[in-house]
């Protein structure tokens, strides 16, 4: 088995650290005779726009170690790569927005993990059910397609959740490599980011209080 292939197992999913997080999210139901062809197309990124940017992403991070190699050697050089690079991403961008999910979609307020995602929704599932779930990184525009099973669907016990009734938990089953590296280093940087946040908040307490 390959490590495209390799999903992680349950308990490994519970190491995954989560976070509540704003992202654009949609969702759709498909069936288990239509899932293989779809996760081959995963595989190899074809007749999606709106994945190429995380493809741009992952290449991007793969290119950095040769990229500082490269500054120290010739400095030059590595100013017209990184250029492209961000054409690229300008490009990849373009794309993105051309998918009428990413460009439709609202924002809303999701529990993510490397592993996982809980988010409201105005349908119903049965536990088992596979889901196609296009999830977009913001401000970063990276979209990611992931293939998952819902694990739990229960009301949703938010008062202002009348268009959304439901709650829904669902494991990730397929999901890219590269994808899943590229939703690590977000969460790591928004957690990293909230403990920031907290650190001066009770700095400032602190000082307030002296």
């Not at 993990?113 to 409201?120: E, L, Q, Y």
Request: glycine residues 4%; negative net charge.
């Amino acid at each position: 088995m390959s490590n495209e292939d390799k999903q992680p197992l349950p308990d490994e999913r519970r190491n995954y650290f989560r976070i509540d997080d704003v992202v654009k999210l949609s969702h759709r139901p498909v069936s288990s005779d239509e899932l293989p062809e779809l996760v081959e197309r995963l595989k190899t990124g074809a007749g999606s726009n709106f994945t190429v940017m995380s493809s741009f992403t992952a290449m991007s991070q793969q290119m950095l170690v040769h990229l500082r190699r490269v500054e120290n050697a010739a400095p030059d050089v590595a100013a017209c790569i990184k250029i492209l690079d961000q054409k690229l991403n300008i490009l990849g961008r373009a794309f993105l927005l051309q998918e009428e999910d990413a460009s439709n979609q609202a924002t809303k307020m999701v529990n993510i993990s490397a592993g996982g995602v809980a988010f409201d929704s105005s349908k119903s599932y049965k536990i088992g059910t596979i889901l196609e779930i296009k999830l977009l990184l913001l401000p970063e525009m990276t979209g990611i397609l992931i293939y998952g099973e819902v694990a739990n669907c229960s009301k949703n016990e938010k008062t202002d959740s009348l268009d959304q009734p439901y709650y829904l938990r669902v494991n990730f089953s397929n999901i890219r490599e590269a994808d899943r590296d590229i939703l690590i280093r977000y969460l790591l940087r928004c957690q990293g980011e909230w403990l920031r946040k907290r650190r001066k908040e009770n700095e400032s307490a602190d000082e307030e209080a002296e």
